[in-house]
């Protein structure tokens, strides 16, 4: 079959099967060869992988994937997809289609016979990709990396530093558990329908452990959920209106003294490693 990455294919495709697009689904499908080739390297595949695809769509990339890939699956949510797909991708033996939510599977079970290395790969829906990428980093799903088409500007939150203006929340999350890495920035004309905003290639290479050491992994996360829930606001008074955090002001103020922070900084100046030491702090204190 003649590849999908050609527009004038994945209309005929499109139109064979009578599919429309799902604006509930963030559908936006790739036609671009150049930019599926520019993410396989990112991704670094090769035969020894064991690739997971979220949101295959049609199969453009995952025609590719099966090519580079020892073995692919491809976890599609929308159920009229799957006849395509089964279409699609009948010349590879090595693609296993699923029709599920990628937040619901258990990827542990779906690979723990798979020999090799797990990577994820995917374009991922704009409006679902902070769920999809925090679950897969929490959930500690044993991936060398996760390679993935977001939005432009979520790419630069994710590897933005303390005191930028994309720093934030997520930059910290994603940097706790691996070291991103933009790759490409991918004009809206390689998607059909095109999407209204510019988007990039992400790679998230996964740390072995942590960079930072913490005694309570999940009050940090929430420590810098509440410094970044209001922007404006201090540290100590994100932290202290917090429903998550009970935490007194002098408490709080304490441990920013002994952090040698004053009670009026803001949390998008401290580094993971400032926080990972105010929650240790705090914990001690309380």
């Given amino acids: 079959m003649e590849k999908l990455s050609n527009p004038q294919v994945t209309i005929e495709t499109i139109k064979k099967y009578n599919f429309a697009f799902q604006k509930r689904f963030g559908q936006n499908f790739l ?3 150049h930019v599926i080739e520019k993410i396989i390297r990112a991704a670094d595949i090769s035969k020894d992988d ?9 199969g453009t990339m995952t025609q590719y994937l099966a ?4 073995k692919v699956y491809a976890v599609e949510i929308d159920k009229n997809l799957i006849p395509i797909l089964e279409d699609t991708l ?67 939150r994710m590897q933005a530093g303390a005191g930028s203006k994309d720093y934030g929340a997520l930059s910290l999350a994603v940097q706790y558990y691996a070291e991103p890495y933009i790759a490409a920035n991918v004009p809206p004309n390689c998607f059909m329908p ?37 922007r404006r606001k201090t540290l100590q008074n994100g932290i202290n ?17 002994e952090l040698g922070k004053n ?13 990972a030491n105010l929650s240790d702090l705090l914990l001690k204190n309380r």
């Fill in 31 to 33: 036609i671009d060869g």
């Fill in 50 to 58: 064991v690739v997971l695809e979220i949101g295959p769509g049609i």
């Fill in 67 to 70: 090519e580079t890939a020892g």
């Fill in 90 to 156: 009948s010349d590879y033996d090595n693609v296993t289609v699923i029709n599920e939510d990628i937040l619901k599977l258990d990827i542990g079970e779906l690979i723990k016979e798979e020999k090799g290395n797990l990577k994820v790969v995917a374009n991922l829906p704009y409006y679902i990709t902070t769920p999809i990428i925090m679950g897969l980093l929490e959930n500690h799903i044993p991936a060398k990396s996760i390679t993935v088409m977001v939005q432009k500007e979520v790419a630069e």
């Fill in 194 to 230: 095109r999407p209204n905003v510019g988007s990039a290639v992400i790679r998230l290479t996964s740390f072995s452990k942590p960079p930072v050491e913490v005694k309570d992994e999940k009050l940090m996360f929430k420590i810098i959920r509440a410094s970044f829930n209001q």
């Fill in 241 to 257: 209106n917090s429903p998550d955090l009970n935490f007194t002001k002098e408490q709080v103020a304490d441990a920013l003294k």
């Fill in 263 to 275: 009670e009026n900084v803001r949390g998008e100046t401290l580094t993971l490693s400032e926080f």
